[in-house]
């Protein structure tokens, strides 16, 4: 459980007004309005207030008040996110960031991590990614295997694609049934066939899109990702800040994945994290086996763990798990990005 998530009332409204400090460079940018509505959505989700943005100080002033050192790094990996909103003045928002940290004495992997993807260095925030695949992933050595043996189709297992395979015979409430219907709907591979290297090496996270009730779309990457950094006791929000730069403003951060603009809704985002913490069982630890699971109904495990149902994009067996884009290699539109990334992202 996340710390952040306890904190009400006048600290909650402090901690905002750092927030929007750093989403103004305290007070030297006005309040882009992603930021207003994220802001707003902070308030309700984890502090559960209402909040009147003007009334929010934006200066670092009352840095102080937030005296726990884990509340004081927890705020500014939230606020992690706040310079990737919006393309105008992100390493700007990145400094008045790390300016924050640096009053409470915090310039961890994070911290400066944001600032060097702004200036095109992903080395900081993918040192973070990968302390967090365990939680994420199952195991980093056993997923990166499986990406390694992907071009010479050894990545592959006859007894996992057989109880795939077997899954699909289930009901249709059945998590199997439904872990099925995520790969059908988006076109990927079963588990276990050959080749299939997404598929194989990212099983975990696919249980977790199912879990949580999120689609594959741009926003139900982010969604997972908050959600999945809420109920662990590990740290994703490194992980968190590079999807949504790749998501909300087009920058590059996993070449594997194909960048977007404008996906980010923070009224979504801050209710994932929010259900989240208000799940009861952790499955995100690296030796949770998911398969027991799989013949039992998804719902009465969800309601067993304590996942909440409103705020699920997949709400009913007639929503996909692709979302309306359709399945991930069939999608078009006006936001996805062509290029190889902004011009502050370097190391492509």
């Given at each position: 459980m996340k710390q952040i998530t306890a904190v009400r009332g006048e600290l909650g409204h402090t901690i905002l007004g750092l927030?929007?400090?750093?989403?103004?460079?305290?007070?030297?940018?006005?309040?882009?309005?992603?930021?207003?509505?994220?802001?707003?959505?902070?308030?309700?989700?984890?502090?559960?207030?209402?909040?009147?943005?003007?009334?929010?100080?934006g200066t670092f002033v009352g840095h102080e008040q937030v005296e726990d050192a884990e509340l004081q790094a927890e705020v500014l990996h939230m606020a992690g996110v706040i310079p990737y909103l919006e393309e105008e003045t992100v390493e700007q928002k990145a400094v008045a960031l790390l300016r924050l940290g640096k009053l409470w004495g915090i310039e961890d992997n994070v911290v400066r991590g944001v600032l060097a993807l702004a200036r095109g260095h992903k080395r900081l925030l993918y040192m973070d990614t990968t302390r967090m695949s365990k939680y994420e992933f199952g195991s980093t050595a056993r997923t990166a295997l499986k990406f390694l043996?992907?071009?010479?189709?050894?990545?592959?297992?006859?007894?996992?694609?057989a109880q795939y395979q077997g899954y699909a015979e289930l009901p249709q409430e059945t998590v199997g049934r439904n872990m099925v219907r995520y790969y059908l709907d988006n076109e990927f591979p079963l588990p276990g066939t050959p080749g299939a290297p997404f598929s194989n090496a990212l099983t975990t996270h696919d249980f977790h899109h199912v879990m949580a009730g999120y689609d594959t779309t741009p926003l139900g990457e982010i969604l997972v990702s908050a959600f999945d950094h809420a109920i662990s006791a590990g740290d994703g929000s490194g992980?968190?800040?590079?999807?949504?730069?790749?998501?909300?403003?087009?920058?590059?951060?996993?070449?594997?994945v194909r960048?977007?603009?404008?996906?980010?809704?923070?009224?979504?985002?801050?209710?994932?994290?929010?259900?989240?913490?208000?799940?009861?069982?952790?499955?995100?630890?690296?030796d949770f086996d998911m398969h027991p699971l799989m013949q039992q109904p998804l719902e009465e495990v969800r309601e067993r763990f304590g996942i909440p149902g409103e705020g699920r994009l997949v709400r009913s067996w007639d929503d996909l798990w692709c979302g309306e884009m359709g399945p991930v290699t069939r999608r078009k539109g006006p936001d996805i990005v062509h290029e190889p990334g902004l011009k502050l992202d370097k190391n492509l």
């Open positions: 927030m929007k400090a750093v989403a103004t460079d305290e007070g030297a940018l006005p309040l882009h309005e992603i930021h207003r509505s994220t802001l707003e959505a902070m308030g309700v989700h984890l502090f559960h207030q209402d909040v009147d943005t003007a009334s929010l100080a043996l992907g071009p010479l189709h050894l990545d592959g297992s006859k007894k996992v694609l992980t968190i800040v590079g999807i949504v730069g790749q998501m909300q403003i087009g920058l590059v951060f996993d070449p594997s960048s977007w603009k404008n996906q980010f809704d923070p009224a979504l985002v801050f209710r994932a994290f929010e259900r989240g913490s208000e799940a009861r069982v952790d499955y995100l630890t690296p």
